[in-house]
């Protein structure tokens, strides 16, 4: 009856949503705000609906009612409760359940606003929402459907269908599949709903941006309307790109945290086009520039938000992330391309209205070093998209079908991100303008000089104390990465100080102080150089991992010992157990050891659930020099007296966390809101700046 | 000198067969984990898509590794161990595709695209600065806002 009553509502907010479109177009084009009202309640509508229809699904997950398919593929008795409510996103239909779910809610929160100075942008906000909302709600409805209940036919046959099929009688199986054990940890519990919500965030500044486009308003009213909101769905893009990282370092058992799995990119893909058009709306903000290409960067981010939801849910790509694969690939496809087609000749239309309000006037100017900034990032996604795509290419082509691995990503935008590092640290001291080179060299000696003298003395420490990294082919390009990172880290904490000691002198105030007050007046300025620490800490540790990274792999019998990268690590024991969740647990117990000294001891060990999956947990010693990370190979067969592990040995990676974590915090400092002041359209804003500046 | 050229041929078999009868009888030393796994890094599990075989926890990865063990124990180089394994399962074994036919679009577009984009990006910037100069060089906008303004004021009369 749950299952009936959820799948109505579903059908019932798929209705509202089409009704949405219908009454904005047509309030729009007969210019009655009724009608467009009546498009924005109904819009806000979907969300009490779609709650509703969610929470028939968690009841019908939490009490274990297997005759209804989803339940049956992603829950078991066993699951904890929590784990059976988490695997609402566990699945294909149920994901994009909740992928609705939470588009109603940021396209309701969105509509609640006050809409008197934008009144005309309002219908069409509410299409594209709408629009979008009820894409998914169809695939729901018409592909994937989480309702869908077991049936058994005359024949015996096991069926699933919504309504019981002419003489067949309802199923109910004992128990559920599960879920996949990969998915029961934490990391990849919050890490669907952030990359989720980071999406569909992203809805909302593209339905901004169309809404300028159709009205002709060639102002930068949308940016600052839908400011927050790319904060915000950058922060949880972030966020669900950083705790994927974690999940695979900690679950995956390959010692590292990014594999350029298509699915990786597929999720970074609009994070690149989102932190490009981050950058460059600021042009526009701020000098009434990049009119044409923050439209096309929104479009983009858009799209490969949609694409990116298509890759992983279609099935068009096997991976480990793929666990999902259905029919729903070709209405995503038409889909996709539809909207691409409508906003891009959107684009085209208003091409004349959108010409910039100013010009460049300086190649090392801000803007100038922005823009450049953003052709690295779209470089960078042109090598990601294209690397995702080729194979599909290839096999269409050719019927060969390729890997694009790691190799290829790691080679084509090392370089490119060496060089948004760099600018990283350069851009913060040029002016809006007008730069030179000579104010610029003015600005960046001292952090330079900082910045040389700490990479000489890395190296020279290195050949001092004989460090086996000299002896690494990859070191010279570490010592340049290092010292792009050193200087972009310098040059943002000069940034900090430089501000905060003037304002300590200016209003006698303690340094702590200047600096907390000058960051909350200028949030954006300072969560963006926070943004930029966090960065280079993240960088620190990527160098680190990925050019000193050792690895060896020794079958052991118990009490034998191996070195790895100055540690010793010896093989105590090994258990065997069951979990009262039923899994059967192998664990071994290694004690570890530096200059003869006991530093304690580890526990890899390897789940094996009861559906024949297994789970490979590594024993990790975590500092922020490196970690220690153990795993016990259980495919290469274990005994109680000769057990095979892999040691990896990974210099640094802390910093990659450390750095996230700084990184996050900055992304709030900046997303935090603040009053909306803008009523100065740019034109007039550029010149109070001027004079200002001439002060 | 060109006199002696046939002499070189000659010169080279009478070093290097010696050399390569002592190699071929030299035993070749049982291949470790580490040996197994530096070659098994380079290939992807022809049937898991997207993961290195050294990782692969499957049965059949474990087998192929077995097989990469008994290649190298019978004196295989890296190198002949790919082409087996390509031979026997297809480029997608690779971890990029071969450089050959179709397969360089991979490694040529998103170069040339980078370059279209530096040549966009030069032609851009230069237009919009020669069309500047004509019209009035703009004033210098100074930074984010006006507390900042006062903020570097206050810095150059400092220094």
């Known amino acids: 009856m749950l299952a009936e009553f959820g799948y109505g509502i579903l059908v019932l907010s798929f209705v509202v949503s089409l009704y949405s479109v219908i009454a904005a177009v047509v309030g729009e084009v007969k210019k009655n705000q009724k009608l467009v009202e009546s498009a924005r309640l109904a819009m806000q509508l979907t969300f009490p609906l779609l709650t509703f229809s969610s929470i028939s699904l968690v009841i019908l997950l939490v009490t274990e009612q297997y005759q209804v398919s989803f339940v049956y593929e992603v829950t078991s008795r066993s699951m904890p409760t929590y784990l059976k409510i988490t695997a609402w996103w566990g699945g294909q239909s149920g994901s994009l359940l909740f992928w609705s779910w939470l588009l109603s809610a940021f396209t309701t929160a969105v509509t609640l606003r006050k809409w008197d100075r934008d009144r005309e942008f309002l219908p069409w906000v509410v299409l594209v929402s709408s629009v979008t909302l009820a894409f998914f709600l169809a695939l729901n409805i018409f592909y994937e459907n989480p309702f869908l209940r077991f049936w058994q036919t005359f024949n015996g046959e096991i069926v699933k269908a919504m309504l019981a099929p002419e003489g067949a009688l309802p199923f109910t199986p004992a128990d559920g599949q599960g879920l996949n054990p990969l998915l029961r940890h934490p990391g990849m519990i919050i890490h669907p709903p952030m990359l989720y919500l980071g999406f569909v965030s992203y809805v909302i500044p593209f339905a901004f941006a169309i809404a300028a486009l159709v009205t002709g308003r060639s102002d930068d009213r949308w940016i600052r309307i839908t400011r927050s909101w790319s904060l915000v769905a950058w922060l949880f893009l972030s966020l669900g790109l950083v705790l994927g990282g974690r999940w695979a370092y900690d679950v995956l058992g390959w010692g590292g945290y990014w594999g350029w799995d298509p699915v990786e990119i597929a999720a970074f893909m609009p994070w690149l086009t989102g932190t490009a058009l981050l950058h460059s709306v600021v042009i526009q903000e ?306 570890i050891f530096r200059d003869g000294q006991y530093l304690g001891e580890l526990y890899p060990r390897y789940d094996l659930y009861p559906d024949g999956q297994p789970m490979t947990i590594p024993g990790v010693r975590s500092s922020m020099e490196d970690d220690l990370y153990i795993l016990l190979v259980n495919w290469e067969g274990v005994t109680a007296e000769v057990a095979p592990f892999k040691i990896y040995h990974n210099p640094l990676v802390n910093w990659l966390w450390v750095g996230s974590l700084i990184f996050i915090l900055g992304t709030f400092i900046a997303a935090w809101p603040e009053p909306d002041a803008d009523v100065v359209p740019t034109r007039a804003r550029r010149q109070q700046l001027s004079a200002s500046a001439a002060d | 000198m060109k006199r002696f050229t046939w002499f070189i041929p000659f010169l080279l078999l009478v070093v290097l067969l010696p050399a390569g009868i002592a190699s071929a009888q030299e035993p070749v030393p049982t291949p470790s984990d580490d040996d197994v796994n530096a070659v098994a890094k380079e290939l992807y599990c022809p049937v898991c898509e997207n993961i290195p075989l050294d990782v692969c926890p499957t049965q059949a990865c474990a087998q192929w590794r077995d097989l990469i063990r008994l290649k190298l124990a019978e004196g295989w180089s890296e190198a002949d161990i790919k082409d087996y394994f390509v031979d026997q399962y297809g480029a997608r074994v690779l971890a990029e595709p071969p450089r050959s036919g179709l397969n360089w679009l991979v490694y040529i577009v998103p170069p040339v695209l980078l370059a279209l984009g530096v040549f966009i990006l030069y032609r851009t910037l230069r237009s919009m600065r020669n069309t500047a100069e004509t019209i009035a060089p703009a004033p210098p906008v100074g930074h984010d806002n006006d507390y900042l303004n006062r903020v570097e004021e206050e810095l150059r009369k400092r220094h």
Request: aromatic share 14%; net charge positive.
């Open chain 1, 286 to 591: 701020k000098r009434g520039m990049l009119k044409h290409w923050n439209m096309l960067l929104v479009i983009l981010t858009y799209s490969l938000v949609i694409f990116g939801t298509f890759l992983t849910r279609s099935g068009v790509l096997s991976s480990v992330h793929a666990f999902a694969q259905s029919a729903i690939g070709p209405a995503f496809f038409i889909f996709i391309g539809v909207t691409f087609i409508a906003s891009i000749a959107l684009l085209i239309w208003r091409w004349p209205e959108l010409k910039s309000e100013a010009q460049m006037n300086s190649l090392l100017s801000r803007e100038a070093l922005f823009l450049l900034n953003n052709l690295l990032f779209i470089g960078i996604l042109v090598v990601c998209f294209w690397g995702v795509i080729y194979p599909l290419i290839s096999e269409l082509l050719t019927g060969q079908k390729v890997t694009v691995g790691p190799p290829y990503y790691e080679r084509a935008t090392g370089p490119l991100f060496a060089g948004l590092v760099l600018l990283m640290g350069i851009a913060p001291l040029s002016a809006w303008g007008h730069s030179t080179a000579k104010t610029l060299g003015r600005a960046i000696w001292k952090p330079l000089i900082v910045a040389v003298i700490v990479i000489v003395a890395f190296i020279g420490y290195s050949l001092y104390a004989g460090s086996a990294a000299i002896t690494n082919g990859y070191f010279i390009y570490a010592a340049i990465g290092f010292f792009v990172v050193a200087l972009t880290g310098f040059v943002t904490l000069y940034e900090f100080w430089r501000a905060a000691a003037a304002r300590s002198r200016a209003q006698k105030e303690n340094i702590f102080t200047a600096l907390w007050r000058l960051a909350g007046r200028n949030r954006r300025r300072y969560g963006g150089y926070t943004i930029h620490l966090g960065v280079v800490l993240m960088a620190i540790g990527i160098i680190g991992i990925e050019m000193f990274q050792v690895e060896t792999q020794k079958s052991m019998a118990v009490g034998e010992s191996v070195e790895v990268a100055g540690y010793t690590i010896r093989y105590d024991s090994l258990a065997q157990f069951r979990h009262s969740d039923e899994r059967w647990v192998t664990r071994a117990v290694m004690s």
